[in-house]
């Protein structure tokens, strides 16, 4: 799966020979300037802290991100041969301010555990056109986190200079290209979640949704496919994911280290919820057309027309994840099938409780529990 592979490896697949055109940050700063279509599409955080780290841009043009996630757009544009320039250059060019200013600032932030319908959330915001929403994108799946951290060998530092650093890269992919973009949602990968102090403090004025769901189900239905969070079992990242140390995680299986990276989320977004003003959501509310508009109204204060709104709904009835829109929804898998004799038990040892206390918090848009 593309998706759970580092953002410069995917991108060096889809853009052989991509990390050997390199511009000088000048060159690059001077092709920004004059080439609206170029956004961030990876990061090369190189393979230690004295390694050099790279930036990597693509020319996309005036095409919006429509697929579930960002590097599926970059694959069907690469695949069309539509990308007809593409670069590296030196990650210090986000040291400094933008020789652009055409990025938008975030309407709202989306922080999620897996399954939990985010990808609808963001297929149905996508539905409008004025509306751009960056699924996941490349560049902050893996590479910019482990470019700051030397690949979590230190600590996320939330100085002026890596905040400065995230700020700029979210508004070079959240560039408008000449399109009539009014408002800007941008969803991390799930394990972002542990950076939600990170992010908030960059972005101190934009909503933050976090959506979740319970634990069992998440897994469930990763174990039919799979997660960034499983494939850095055993690094120092497991570490700062999982809340255990990383030889512990060795030892793991899936069911296991999931449950703890879950467990982990969710405990860090009990205690922040106040102080970070998150606002949060369960899958059980999340997955209900008719209460949609509520969500954007509660969550991000805003209130879409009726026809704006109804428009949106029309992804609920589609599987988000195919992006030809083909496929009606079909409901989710049986968690104790997936799951095997006692899974559910086991998960529920870890992670039942921190669940239970985010269906309770006063930032929770629907901690009356309507189902």
């Known amino acids: 799966m593309l998706y759970a592979l580092a953002d410069h490896e995917v991108m060096e697949q889809l853009l052989p020979g991509i990390s050997e055109r390199r511009l000088s940050v000048d060159e690059a700063r001077e092709r920004l300037q004059k080439t609206p279509g170029l956004v961030p599409i990876a990061i090369d955080p190189g393979r230690s802290e004295d390694d050099r780290k790279s930036i990597w841009f693509a020319d996309i043009g005036d095409q919006p991100f429509l697929e579930w996630k960002h590097i599926y757009t970059v694959q069907r544009l690469a695949g069309e041969g539509r990308i007809s320039e593409f670069f590296a250059t030196d990650f210090s060019l986000l040291d400094e301010p933008l020789p652009v200013d055409d990025g938008m600032q975030p309407d709202g932030l989306l922080l999620h555990v897996s399954r939990c319908g985010s990808t609808l959330f ?39 200079s890596n905040l400065d650093r995230l700020r700029r890269l979210v508004h ?62 055993g690094t120092p990242l497991s570490e700062v994911i999982s809340g255990l140390p990383v030889e512990q995680t060795e030892s793991m299986d899936d069911i296991e280290y999931l449950a703890h990276c879950y467990a982990n989320y969710y405990r860090i977004v009990a205690d922040q919820a106040g102080p970070l003003d998150l606002h949060l959501i369960n899958y059980r509310q999340m997955r209900q057309a008719d209460l949609f508009g509520e969500v954007l109204a509660r969550g991000l204060d805003w209130h879409p027309d009726a026809v704006s709104l109804e428009k949106m709904r029309e992804q609920y009835n589609y599987y988000s994840k195919d992006d030809s829109n083909q496929t009606r929804y079909q409901g989710e898998p049986d968690p104790e099938e997936k799951l095997g004799p006692g899974g559910r038990q086991r998960i529920d040892a870890i992670a039942a409780t921190s669940t239970q206390v985010l269906d309770r918090l006063p930032q929770n848009l629907f901690s009356d529990g309507r189902t």
């Open 122 to 160: 963001c297929k149905s915001l996508a539905r409008l056109e004025t509306n751009l929403i960056i699924n996941q994108a490349g560049p902050l799946q893996y590479g910019f986190w482990a470019a700051i951290t030397d690949h979590w060998r230190q600590p996320l530092e939330a100085s002026k």
């Open 172 to 233: 070079l992919l959240t560039r408008r290209r000449g399109l009539d973009y009014r408002r800007a949602f941008v969803k991390f990968i799930s394990w972002n979640t542990v950076c939600a102090d990170f992010i908030r403090k960059a972005f101190p004025d934009s909503h933050i949704l976090f959506l979740y769901r319970d634990p069992a189900e998440v897994i469930a239905t990763v174990m039919q496919e799979t997660t960034a969070a499983l494939t850095h079992r």
